[in-house]
């Protein structure tokens, strides 16, 4: 394909998940003028439009109707307590403090979506957190996603720009030049590409265009420094057009997976689940076992019964048992990227901030590791939003 050189942007964002896209909309608002791009190998979304949509806050209005006195800092520690952290002294300090900015940005950034027309249920209850701070985007994440791109469709300067894929990054005097098909000029980047749950090969990723290749162009090209992912498969219901929920531990061990190798006692599947990638399977569980408990994550109530199962075609009676499924064996999170400081600075190897290089969403992670404690989804709205302050040169 011929490539030429692109009028100058201001600003190229790679990736148009729930992070890229409230970098886009915050940056067009507090700089009108500002030209932006947004990148994005596949459909504006990413993996954020096929989330269940949990956001998890504290000290948010939701919470307040709901009669919950809580507070960032009791976030805070609770979050502490969810959290993985690699790295060394230095390093542990700053995930540390993004950890509190981020608690303490949360619930302005849930007023921001929610007056933005994001509807919200809940705060559900999800522990180990000791306060319900739930709040499920309605019907579910891809809620958010379509709200912000409707937002961004009313600022002209914005352009997004779906399936191009990026191929190259390169400094361009003080700016930086990126290769998606054509070549795009900027003065700054911004990485909010995803994580790379589609990467590993031995399991396929939920979301198959999550490769974060542009992560480890940044690292190579730039000096960044890139935290290695880590892969944890799970499984995932797979029909057409329902949700992508995930079983309960509990009910997984209540029973027996069917599954193409055979039947696999529940208590054994999830130490067997990197052996099964993308296989289809079914659970069969006594029905009796189920009755009264939440059994999956589901959009929109956090958790759902076997009677919402039963009613959305997702599980089936057969005698005294029910059959959960088709499930597939993906993965759907693999924490692990660049390191950033509290203005998402990209950082590289000694720890400086690179000039006009910035990340968000799980692009920004560094060696955090979140855990799939819903606080993906908040993450990337919180960061993004942050990345497009610095971008504006506006107060924290």
């Keep these: 394909m011929m490539m030429h050189r692109a009028a ?58 709901a009669g919950v006195e809580d507070t960032p800092a009791e976030h805070y520690a609770d979050l502490l307590r969810l959290v993985d952290l690699e790295g060394d002294a230095g390093d542990l300090g700053r995930y540390r403090r993004l950890l509190r900015w981020f608690c303490e940005e949360a619930p302005a950034t849930w007023e921001l979506l929610s007056g933005a027309g994001v509807r919200f249920a809940g705060p559900y209850p999800e522990p180990p957190h000791r306060k319900p701070r739930m709040h499920n985007a309605v019907p579910a994440a891809r809620a958010a996603v379509e709200t912000v791109l409707q937002l961004l469709a009313s600022r002209p300067k914005v352009e997004i720009a779906p399936g191009r894929e990026v191929t190259a990054l390169d400094r361009d005097g003080d700016g930086f030049r990126v290769t998606a098909g054509e070549v795009e000029r900027c003065a700054a980047l911004v990485l909010a590409c995803g994580d790379r749950s589609a990467a590993w090969g031995r399991v396929p990723g939920l979301n198959p265009d999550a490769l974060g290749r542009p992560i480890e162009m940044a690292a190579a090209r730039f000096g960044c420094r890139d935290h290695p992912p880590r892969y944890a498969p799970s499984l995932r219901t797979v029909v057409p057009g329902k949700p992508h929920v995930e079983p309960q531990r509990h009910l997984v061990e209540a029973g027996r997976a069917l599954t193409p190798a055979g039947t696999i006692p529940g208590v054994r599947l999830l130490e067997r689940l990197d052996r099964l990638g993308g296989q289809e399977v079914h659970l069969r569980v006594a029905e009796e076992r189920l009755r009264d408990r939440p059994v999956c994550t589901y959009p929109g109530i956090g958790y759902a019964t076997l009677d919402h199962l039963l009613e959305q075609g997702l599980a089936r009676r057969c005698g005294p048992e029910v059959e959960v499924g088709p499930l597939r064996v993906v993965v759907t999170l693999a924490d692990g990227g660049l390191d950033v400081d509290a203005d998402m600075a990209v950082l590289d190897a000694s720890g400086t901030p690179l000039p006009g290089l910035f990340a968000c969403g799980s692009a920004a992670l560094g060696g955090i590791q979140l855990n799939g404690h819903r606080h993906h989804l908040m993450w990337a709205a919180v960061s993004g939003r942050r990345a497009a302050r610095s971008l504006a040169g506006t107060p924290a």
């Excluded at 459909?43 to 949990?54: D, E, I, K």
């Design 8 to 65: 100058m942007r201001d600003v190229v964002i790679v990736g148009a998940g729930l992070a890229g896209l409230v970098c886009a909309w915050q940056l067009a608002d507090a700089r009108p003028r500002a030209r932006v791009l947004v990148l994005d190998q596949g459909r504006p979304g990413g993996s954020s439009a096929l989330a269940v949509g949990s956001f998890t806050a504290a000290g948010t209005s939701l919470q307040r109707a």
